[in-house]
């Protein structure tokens, strides 16, 4: 019985130096934190986090890691805090830091949710509903700025479809042209080969016309000749039948 009493005894007195080695460290975080020295405190903070978990020492980490603008760390640590929080003023006070750095991080509709929510739990702080005034703003903003630009898109890709398809009938205008002026190539070499044909074809006329009139004049020379010859044979038989009539003896009476 006494060595259970001692263990006892023994745990309450460990947990007491964890609780005042996290209550030391809390406050050194804090003389920190009043001076500007955001690293150094966040050490002290995280230290006694680590001895202990506490709300203030996830909640004052938060607000050290929020001044080194490290917003998503921050983030987390509030809402850590958050899950630990017991009473109302402790949550309130949370998700309003909490909702300051979303909106430090330009995350509006965010933003807005963890102001709400420190609003449940004390609906008359004046300043957590100025700045939810202020994310609502913000965020009708960003709605419209990302309407315009998804607009600017749209515009700039109906252009750019404009343009493709005007590229695409200037180019097939080319390709017509091109296979016009190709085909018109084609024709007049063609019509200049039928003229070429047509002028060796009169040429061959030409020439076998002259031929045809050089072998018609030597038929007409032989014919000519043949033509003498028979001539001269009938005046050849003409002078005989006279010599013959010439030599006939005359009666003598």
Known sequence: ????VLFFLLLIIHGNVFSQTSHKNLRNGDMLY????YQEAELEYRKA???KQSVKSSYNLGNTLVNQERYDEAI????SAAAKATSDDEKSKI???QGNALFKKEKYKESMDAFK???KYKPSDQATKENLAMAQNEYKKQIQQQQKEQQKNKDKNQNQDKKEDQQDKNNQQKNDNKQDQNQDQK???QNQDQQNQDQQDQQKGQDQADNDGKKMTKEDAQKLLE???NEEKKVQQKLRRMDGKAKKPVKDW
């Open 34 to 37: 009043e001076f500007g020295k």
């Open 49 to 51: 986090d680590t001895e």
């Open 187 to 189: 024709n007049e070499n």
């Open 76 to 79: 987390k640590s509030y809402e």
């Open 1 to 4: 019985m006494g060595k259970i």
């Open 95 to 97: 998700y309003h830091n």
């Open 227 to 229: 033509v003498m010859d």
């Open 117 to 119: 929510k420190s609003l």
